[in-house]
């Protein structure tokens, strides 16, 4: 029973394929997390095999060993054009953010970095709604000033999946064709299409991670799902929000949203 | 449990409960994360506010502070039936365009309304809009009983205010649920208090909710997201919006009229051959031919083919402060195909409170209207009654989405619904009479490659030899029959256009019809090609920028040189030359006089007394 699975791919290929026809210069970033993969394997279902743009990790130097080694490997194996963009140092930071906020709001300026630096009009992030508060206001096509600024307040109108593809100078635009996607649909999918995982998702000693960030600000949480089908069992009980590993958004009622303003993923 | 979703979108006036509504939902269905609760507790008791359950929607600071919801949020909740995605949209005035963007992806709604202030302006706007945006299950939820007392008479008179205005608009609720969103009256358990209201609770009506589903025995809609050349595969790719296709299957392609039979069905790590395919799905075909086929064109079967329009009555909701107009044009998307419009009429102003109309020359933000717009190049579109998917658009305003709209009438259109009269003369009797075929012999190339000198000097040669010519001029028709298109994108494909359509009108009459244009874009001769059939021929003027530079008859390249002529062919903008041209003439090896023999044998051989002979089937029909 996967006719669900089915709409959601469906839906997803064709964002990928409005996002490739109508953005000149796109990009996909790729945080080797279990929802960017499962938006790779649907790029190369849409394109036939062969992603036409490059795929881009913003890199802290902080991922955990399994992540570099899993990135090096599907990198070779499906034949990826990928860029990694090194994030500048916590230091350069905003001092005003909680000091877990700002390490992860490297992200943020390293994609700043590479949205100045190589002229992207449009990247894709694997984010969906149903993982945070703020997540769930997006739109699939979400336009940024060239600070990466989000108006959450006014945000284009999209429906019919006419979505907004034009935009003025210096606006660069964020794809999220995973929007409409579940945690717990990432992990059936990935199941049932034999998408490869990063180990660390699966528990070992009583620990896994649920959500995969950077090892200073990451976290497993308790759990014994050692293989897919038990973390699909697990998370149709468990009434733990999936980024409860992730320090940074549990540091202050805002810091996740004063993140994504300036720009967070 | 089916993990298919149901999609509800939660629409309603400002303040009557949308929020708490949904925050109850939550709770009552065991659906919060742990500490969901506890974090609302604290975030009301810091703003000296009893328990708020819209703060559990309300994630945004921004909107914690406004006490109301700013955007359209989506949240996903279980019953034990099935999964759900709830849609909260917001009910304030200005964030119209919010909650299009949210009701447009629900399956269902619930309409709140506020027991003790009945159905206000927002109330039926929203209902509106439900019925607009394709909507169909609604439930109504009278919020706020607690406040009357959970006074059956009061239930009485406004459930019956608002089941009246929807049957206007063709819709009938499938419940009108009496509820204390706070007190969690109705919403999970049955309420005491209303213990006089038999029908279901919120819980219930929405598992009796179905899901909106695409039917594949409609008729073929396959609109073109793009094509792909990953390697030697030519692969158009798009989603079937209607119907379904099948591997062998003739494809009909509007508004072009080409035609090509389905040779496979591609799919990436799939085992097994597909060989049919059908609505809702997201596909890839090869053709058993290359034809000119590109975003936009919709692929369908010849029996059920969709309407060519330029002239469509529209209803439409308007989102932005700019007000449409009379005389304004617009890019109008429909599925994957963009064309120009102008608003011709605005027939009427939509007044949602009693739905009374009145024409008008402007549509302002938040109203709806029905309008006629009128397109240059023929729409290919269905009624929305028939096929919603290809019968409503957006209309586009520079860089933003403006408006939606339905299809509700299509007027005839001239390549459309005219039953084309078949001559009583035949092609090949003008043929036989003229002692030649009917044909377009298409001269494209740089300013100055010698296109007017050779087209001229073929005219008088066939003239000579007393065929039936006629040169069609790129500059001589912007004068008359193109007169006041300009030299934009759109203007010069619709130059081409036209040329082409008379150019194929002359050949029709049996004339060898010479087109001279510079026509650089490979899309445009592309649709000229199609428009002139098996009489197209391309010919390639072909010679070096720097060659016709100094050449210069017009003094042209100058100017552009220095500035005085934008988007210049060669100097400011592309000449994309012919890949696979009928035949090149390179005017820097040969002379005007061996130019034109080439020519002249060519449209000899191809056009002459001998293909006539050779050639018995020159009796299709116009």
Redesign the interface.
Known sequence: MSADLDQLENQSIYILREAYNRIDKLAMLWSIGKDSNALLWLCRKAFFGRIPFPVVQLDTAMELPEVYEFRDRITKEWDLDLKVEQCPPEEEMDQTLPPLTRAAARKTEGLKNLLRDHAYQGVMVGIRRDEQATRAKERVFSPRSLEGDWDVKDQPAEFWDHYKTRFPEGVHVRIHPLLAWTELDIWRYSQREGIPIVPLYFAKDGKRYRSLGEKNITFPVDSTASTIDEIIAELQVTRVPERAGRAMDNESEDSFERLRSVGYM | M????LRIVIVGHVDHGKSTLIGRLLNDT?S????KVDQVRE?SRKRGMPFEWAFVMD????ERDQGIT???????FKTKQR?Y?IIDAPGHTEFL??M??GA??ADAALLVIDADEGALEQSRRHAFLLHL?GVRQVAVVVNKMDKVEFSSRRYEVVAQEIKDYLAELGLQPKAVIPVSARNGDNIVTRSKQADWYLGPTVIEQLDAFRPQQTSPDQPLRFPL??V?K?DD?R?L???IESGRLRVGDTLHFSPTGASAKVVSI????HPETVLSAQA???I?ITLDKRIFAE?GHIAHHQSDAPTLAHRLSVRLFW?VSDPLVVGKTYTL?IATAEHRVTVEQVTAVINVEDLSSTPGKAVRRNEVAEVVLRSRSPIALDLASDLP?TG???L?D????VG?CLVVEIEDSAAANITEVSHTVSLEERAQANGHKGGVIWLTGLSGAGKSTLAMALERALFDRGWQTFVLDGDNVRNGLNAGLGFSADDRAENIRRVAETAKLFADAGMVVIASLISPLKADRARARVIGGERFHEVHVAANLATCEERDPKGLYKKARAGEIAEFTGISAPYEAPDQPELVIDTDALSRSEALAQLLDYVDETLGKNSLKSEKELTYVI
């Open positions: 089916p993990h298919s979703q065991g919060l994360p742990d500490g975030m994630a945004l600071q921004a700013i955007d359209t949020t989506q949240i996903h999964p995605v365009k919010n299009v963007t447009s992806q945006l997201q793009d792909y990953p595969r692969i790719a798009g989603r591609e799919a990436w790590n809702g799905q997201s890839g975003r989102l998307k998917r409503r658009g957006a586009i520079g860089n933003d989405v939606g």
